[in-house]
């Protein structure tokens, strides 16, 4: 059975940093992108990050390039989110997802076949 599980969520302080998790279990993920998303309260889900099966390519939404990044360890299959300079505006349940394909081409979520049950990421002040 397929299973992802975030970790990692919070609240912080504008300006703050945290690092996100996601665990997948009951397949591997070495042959699959991996994405982030996120929902903010009375809004839709949106991209936030994608990154290759084999961790080479990597995209952002133009929200959070330069703040966010993006890895992978397959051996450990965990993808991660670092986020750094976090703002009001990224409060949100954080979810990972996996792609069906080997490598990222955008935010269409019906691209993503699994989803965790996401983490709650607050940036107060």
């Known amino acids: 059975q397929f299973q992802l599980v975030e970790s990692g969520g919070g609240l912080v302080q504008p300006g703050g940093s945290l690092r996100l998790s996601c665990v997948l279990s009951?397949?591997?993920?070495?042959?699959?992108?991996m994405g982030w998303f996120r929902q903010a309260p009375g809004k839709e889900r949106e991209g936030v990050s994608c990154?290759?099966?084999?961790?080479?390519?990597?995209m952002y939404a133009d929200s959070v390039k330069g703040r966010f990044t993006i890895s992978r360890d397959n051996a450990k299959n965990t993808v991660y989110l670092q986020m750094n300079s976090l703002k009001l505006e990224d409060t949100a349940i954080y979810y990972c997802?996996?792609?069906?394909?080997?490598?990222?081409?955008?935010?269409?979520?019906?691209?993503?076949?699994?989803w965790g049950q996401g983490t709650q990421v607050t940036v107060s002040s």
């Open positions: 997802a996996a792609r069906g394909f080997s490598y990222c081409s955008g935010f269409e979520m019906s691209h993503f076949g699994s």
């Open positions: 009951g397949f591997t993920m070495e042959y699959y992108a």
């Open positions: 990154i290759s099966s084999s961790g080479g390519s990597t």
